[in-house]
């Protein structure tokens, strides 16, 4: 029985020793019309105002010290007793969302406890203290049905930023022109994506080296770099273009390859002519200076500094000079 006893009391023991203090902060400069501040989340049953915050320096940033078994945990801020609730993006780098079609009632924060921390000051409805942006931003897709030739009930985008969900971000066409359009909320960043309609029952066949493409592992998708809040140019389904129009690579890539693309840590520059001058350029133009080492014809380029993102490398030899998109991951 002594024994039983003990055995219990260490388990207890044990237990709450497992507990870490978590401290939530949140910024409340930026709302009006409440009282306290409260944490609601799966360890507490959201259940309202009974972790309530406070500010005891008056400076607008309201905190909580809470006890937490290890684990994950959902939660957001809210106050005077769910009176009001911060709505967060789906798809945002804090939060736990699903497609389906995505609800921004039910989107919350994520939490992984392991070890005593506090949590960095938070913008209320933010993933970033005020003042900072870093996305996301919503993407408006637009794909055009009437040339596909497809009997389809409704096109959806499938991609790297749902997992190639299937059906879970239908797009809609509210004048029924057949022209289908959806609103995503993405991060900062490089995605593949593709068209499909009625949950990848089809999916558009893209060629190989048109000019909104990337191929990788034998699969060709559409690329898309998020920089900042963008309403797509409508294409047609397959197609990198509006329908009707003819996809002209603008680039000049005649006299050398580059490969692997999309890239890592460094790609490798072929040419059939001797190299004499090698340019990496940003989006925007501006030069890059990277790490390049000459063999011959052959010309390595190192990337292990260069961020996520779609650039250019410029090739001049004797022939002149061409350009080649590629694509860091």
Known sequence: MKKFLFALLSFFSMSAMAQVDITFQVDMNGVSGFTTPEV????????GSCAPMSDADGNGVWELTISLAPGAYEYKF??????GQETLIPNSTCTN??????NTTYTNR???VSVPEILPVVCWGSCVACGQSTGPYYITFVVDMGASG???????????????????????????????EINIPLNEGVYEYKYAYDTFTDQEV????????????????????????LVMDTVCWGECLSCGSINVNEENTEGFSIYPNPVQNSFMIQSANLVKSISILDNTGKRIELPIVALN???QVNTESLPTGI???????????STQRFVKL
Do not use: K
């Open 311 to 321: 650039y250019h490398v410029q090739v001049v030899t004797a022939n002149g000079a």
């Open 110 to 112: 994520v939490l992984s």
């Open 150 to 180: 497809a009997t389809f009930t409704i096109p959806e985008v499938n991609g790297t930023f749902n997992n190639w969900c299937g059906g879970c971000a239908p797009m809609s066409d509210s004048n029924a022109d057949n022209i289908w």
């Open 97 to 102: 969302t699903t497609f389906s079609p995505p």
């Open 78 to 83: 809210s106050f005077d007793g769910w009176a």
């Open 40 to 47: 609601n989340g799966t360890f507490n049953g959201w259940c």
């Open 206 to 229: 893209l060629t190989v080296g048109d000019p909104c493409t990337v191929t990788s592992s034998g699969f060709t998708n559409r690329f898309l770099d998020v920089t900042g809040t």
């Open 297 to 299: 014809n052959n010309v």
